[in-house]
Structures are given as structure tokens and as C-alpha cells.
């Protein structure tokens, strides 16, 4: 499945990166976010454990905030809002 | 839900009483086929490892170039510690199964090849192998890719002996090797035989000048000059390159004040950022240790040195290489045993293989199903296999082309630096490094130029494929 990155509504975007494997999932996400405004907020749907694990790691650092995790047909559905 | 999870379950303990059986069923027909399960069990905790703390040595450097997080380098050093200090038990008493290899610049340029082929593929050699566990299409498809490269790559000739330099033929044919070995023939043999086999094989012991063995040698210059103050340096780089900005911004937002209590709080905060990564790399760390000490305890209790033997002895002598051996590492490794499933199939297909060094003459190419060293493998993504459908984490994927196309090139530049480095990331940097030996530095320092390439390359292309999506999206839009 190709990558789709939508933006949904005002400040409200949607990635998914379902099927992809690392790095990708998390150069996508990193290249998104730089895209939206401080307060906007991204659904991010990706299906590769590990690229979770670095993402959120990635966040330590920006600030980002996970406000949702939620697990949907085996994928990993988060809700971020970039701070 | 619960039913998923319930299958999930079931399906984990399928795998479980599928080694089981496997171990208890083989030991009952001999009981030499305990030194094959012995590599069954490693594997399969490794894989469980690998696969609890999303452990990939790619994603080590290709993070912190990418996204700037150093969670899976603090993962690989505590491993590396842990291990270090685990191995240089195993020598000093004597039931150490390491054996050095050459230093010299091929291994910082294997290491460079090998860092660009993981950030193409998405994964080490080892990671390639937990993810194919997970159901990853892709990480099989690097796998195959790793594995028929090495197979064919050691045993080409033809017109790639034409860049191989005369000294290096010269060399190669002046080491006597046995008469079924043709070492004047083949890029790969007139690498090996004519250029790497004259390196020094070092350590940090005989560097300063200690027996090999010796507690001092081990403990002092192995372990603590070899292994712990480079590792400690390198997180306190990653700390203050990396993280230290970040982590006192947060601070002093809480009003904490800055000093030296809050580097330390900051460098301790930025090892145990991924408590998962943290977990696995403490147990595999210990895990690769005891390794070494098992498998030469059965190797002291079967009174041999090799595999070999034990394989002549259940009857499975096809393969061997020319003094008998295959290829019995004694700790973990990954990539010889992918290479020779490939050359046992290519043999059977007609290829006339067991000429080289690579297979003819040290690790041969046996059956798979008796490949001590391919119980580990399979036995690894069985491990990871069960911890994923543990944690509703497996789920079968199908490459897309675009990833079938990355999973190709990567496995194939992992396959051929693995080769030129005389193994990849775990047996080329991981092992070598925790015990002591420089050339697994060296080709650490080639694979981080190697995963930034990578790393600037994917950039590029993120950042193209989402202003092609962001056009599509304003088009719509229009």
C-alpha cells in the first residue's frame, strides 16, 4: 500500500504508513509533523512494531505528545499533537 | 479481540512444542544431537530478545541520523558490556569459543558497504531475521537477498579475478593450501588468501602487551579498555550530541536548575528512555556469553573441536569441507549459515562450489536440516515468532515493489559486505568487540558513515515522495 498523508480538517491530518518497515515509517512522521503547525494534530497508521519504539523516542526529544495509542486490524493507530 | 489474541496463543505454543519436539525427538535418535539444539535454544531466545526490544543494530545508527532518538545504540552497548563482561569469564577460564579475526582497512570498508545495505533494507542482518518472524514479508525477502548473494559472490570469478592486484594472486597461491582448493582462482579467494590473511589478528590484550588469556589481558585490556570506556565514551557523545539539549530544556521548564547532578540524571534518563530496549540488550548480553560457555562445554564433553564430527557421526557427512569442518561459530552469528543454505542448494543444483575457500575450506555446505548453525537461525525467528504473536504484534505482510526493490539492493550490499568483513553486524561488530577485538571497531566505524549515506539518501526521498503526495492532495483540492 502506498503512503497516503492527508490533511483531514483544519489542523487535523492523516498518515498512514501501513505496510511500510523501517526507516521509513519514521522519516515519514518526522517530514509530516514538520509540515503542520504547533497544536495541529496527526493520526499516524503504521504496522511496524519497531518504527513505534523510535518514534516515541523521537518525541522525547521534539515534545510531540501521543494524546491516543489505539491497535486497529494489527495496526498501531496514534493520535500526536505537535507541539 | 480475545479470540485473536487467543489464537495468538495457540499458535505460540505450537511453535513452543515444535522445537520441543524437535530437541526431545532428535536427542532420543542420538544423543550428539544435543549440540545442535543447544544452538536451537540460543537462537530462540535470541529471537524472543531481539523481537521484546525491537533490537536492530540499522536502527542504532540510522536513528540517530534520521530522527536523532539513541535508544537502540544504549540498547547495543549495555548488550555489549554485559557480553563483554560474560566473555571474558569464558576466557580467562578457558571455555572462550572466540577466535580473532584480521584488522586491517577492509573491515572499515566492509563496514561502510555493509551500513548502506541495512538503512536500504530496513534492517541488520539479525533484525531481518526477528522481523521475518513477525511475518515481514520484506525481511524475508533482505534475507534471501543476503543469502544468495554470499553464495554466489564467494565463488565468483571470471572476469572480477581481472581487478584482483598480482600480489594478491601471488600471495594466495604461496599459502599451500590443499590441492582441491584453488585459491588463484576467484575475487573472494585472492581477497581472503592473498590480502586479508596477511593482517595482524590483534586484541587489546596482546596490543599492551598481556597474555591472551591472562586475567589482566582479559578483564583490564579486553573488557575495560576494549569494551566499556569506548562504549561509555560513545553514549556520552550520543548524550551530548543528541539528547542533552532536549533533556535540560525539559528540565528547566520544570525548574530544575542545571549542573552536574542533571547531566548525570540526563545521561541516566537517556539510557533507560526505551525500558524494552534496555531489558533485551541486558539479557542477550548475558545470553551471548553463556553461549560461548555451553558450547564448549559440549564440545569438552564430546571431546571434538568441530561440528564436523558430530555430523560425520549421525551420518550426515555430505558437505564437509575439506578438513572435515563446517561452520560451528560457538556464539551467535548469522550470515555464514545463510550463505551456505544457498550454497547447499546451488550445489544440488550443479554449481561446483566446494572449490573455495569460503565453503571448501572452513564452513562447508551441509544439509540445512543439519546445520548446527541453521537450527539457530530458524530457532530465532521461531523466538521472535512467539513473542510478536505474544504481544498481537505478528501479522503477515506483503512487500510492496517499492519495499521488494529496497529489501533487494540492501540484503545485497549486507551480503557483500558481510563477506568482505568476514561477517556482519553481530559477528563482524558485536562478537568481535565484546571480546576484545579491534576489527570489530573498525567495522563499527565503517558502518556509521555507511547508515548516514543511507540515512541521507532516504531523506531525500521522503521528503520527494511527500511533496508528490502534497501536490496530488492540491490538485484534488483544485
Not at chain 2, 515444535?18 to 526431545?24: G, H, M, N, Q, R
Not at chain 2, 533485551?280 to 551471548?288: D, S, V, W
Not at chain 2, 536440516?369 to 504473536?389: C, E, K, R, T
Not at chain 2, 561488530?429 to 543511507?454: C, E, H, K, Q, T
Request: overall charge positive; aromatic content about 14%.
Amino acid at each position: 500500500m502506498a503512503m497516503k498523508f492527508e490533511k483531514k480538517a483544519d489542523g487535523s491530518y492523516v498518515l498512514d504508513v501501513t505496510g511500510y518497515v523501517c526507516p521509513h515509517p519514521q522519516l515519514y512522521t518526522k517530514s509530516a509533523l514538520s509540515k503542520m503547525r504547533p497544536g495541529d494534530k496527526l493520526v499516524l497508521i503504521f504496522d511496524n512494531p519497531s518504527s513505534g519504539e523510535s518514534i516515541a523516542s523521537m518525541f522525547d526529544k521534539t515534545g510531540d505528545e501521543i494524546l491516543q495509542r489505539e491497535r486497529l486490524n494489527g495496526a498501531f493507530v496514534w493520535t500526536i499533537q505537535k507541539a | 479481540m480475545e479470540d485473536k489474541a487467543k489464537r495468538n496463543q495457540i499458535w505460540a505454543f505450537v511453535l513452543v512444542g515444535f522445537f520441543l519436539a524437535v530437541s526431545i525427538g532428535s536427542y532420543a535418535l542420538n544423543e550428539l544431537y544435543i549440540y545442535l539444539v543447544a544452538y536451537l535454544w540460543f537462537g530462540f531466545i535470541y529471537g524472543m530478545c531481539l523481537q521484546y526490544g525491537r533490537f536492530c543494530f540499522s536502527s542504532a545508527f540510522r536513528d540517530l541520523f534520521a530522527v536523532g532518538t539513541p535508544r537502540m545504540i544504549v540498547g547495543i552497548m549495555i548488550a555489549m558490556v554485559l557480553f563483554g563482561l560474560t566473555a571474558s569469564f569464558a576466557t580467562a577460564t578457558g571455555m572462550g569459543t572466540f577466535h580473532g579475526a584480521p584488522s586491517g582497512i577492509h573491515s572499515v570498508i566492509a563496514g561502510l558497504v555493509f551500513g548502506i545495505g541495512m538503512v536500504f533494507s530496513g534492517g541488520c542482518a539479525s533484525g531481518s531475521l526477528y522481523k521475518t518472524g513477525e511475518g515481514n514479508g520484506a525481511a524475508a525477502l533482505v534475507i534471501l537477498s543476503i543469502s544468495v548473494t554470499q553464495a554466489a559472490f564467494v565463488d565468483i570469478g571470471g572476469w572480477l579475478d581481472r581487478l584482483v592486484p598480482y600480489s594478491w594472486h601471488a600471495s594466495a597461491l604461496s599459502k599451500g593450501l590443499p590441492e582441491a582448493i584453488t585459491p588463484g582462482q576467484g575475487w573472494i579467494d585472492q581477497y581472503l588468501a592473498g590480502h586479508v590473511w596477511n593482517q595482524p589478528v590483534l586484541s587489546f590484550s596482546s596490543l599492551l602487551g598481556f597474555e591472551n588469556e591472562s586475567a589482566a589481558g582479559v578483564f583490564l585490556a579486553n573488557f575495560f579498555l576494549g569494551v566499556v570506556l569506548p562504549a561509555s565514551l560513545l553514549l556520552w557523545v550520543v548524550y551530548f550530541v543528541w539528547y542533552r539539549k532536549g533533556f535540560l530544556r525539559k528540565r528547566l521548564r520544570d525548574g530544575a536548575a542545571p549542573g552536574f547532578r542533571a547531566e548525570i540524571s540526563g545521561f541516566w534518563t537517556m539510557t533507560m528512555a526505551s525500558r524494552r530496549t534496555a531489558i533485551a540488550g541486558l539479557f542477550l548480553g548475558i545470553a551471548c556469553g553463556l553461549h560461548m560457555f555451553v558450547m564448549r562445554g559440549l564440545r569438552i564433553k564430546f571431546d571434538i573441536e568441530n561440528a564436523g564430527s558430530i555430523l560425520i557421526a549421525i551420518g550426515q557427512d555430505f558437505g564437509l569441507s575439506v578438513r572435515g569442518t563446517v561452520f560451528d561459530p560457538g556464539y551467535w552469528y548469522v550470515t555464514t549459515q545463510e550463505a551456505q543454505w544457498v550454497g547447499w542448494v546451488f550445489n544440488k543444483l550443479g554449481w561446483d562450489n566446494m572449490h573455495n575457500i569460503y565453503f571448501g575450506l572452513n564452513n562447508g555446505i551441509p544439509n540445512p536440516l543439519f546445520n548446527p548453525a541453521d537450527w539457530m537461525s530458524v530457532a530465532l525467528i521461531g523466538g521472535a515468532a512467539v513473542m510478536a504473536l505474544l504481544h498481537d504484534e505478528f501479522k503477515f505482510k506483503r512487500p510492496t515493489a517499492e519495499l521488494a526493490a529496497w529489501a533487494i539492493i540492501g540484503g545485497f550490499l549486507m551480503g557483500v559486505g558481510s563477506r568482505l568483513g568476514l561477517g556482519c553486524n553481530i559477528g563482524a561488530f558485536f562478537v568481535r568487540v565484546a571480546n576484545g577485538d579491534p576489527s570489530g571497531w573498525l567495522f563499527g566505524m565503517g558502518m556509521v558513515p555507511g547508515a548516514y549515506i543511507g540515512v541521507r539518501f532516504f531523506s531525500w526521498w521522503t521528503e520527494r515522495k511527500m511533496a508528490k503526495q502534497m501536490a496530488f492532495a492540491n490538485e484534488l483540492q483544485l
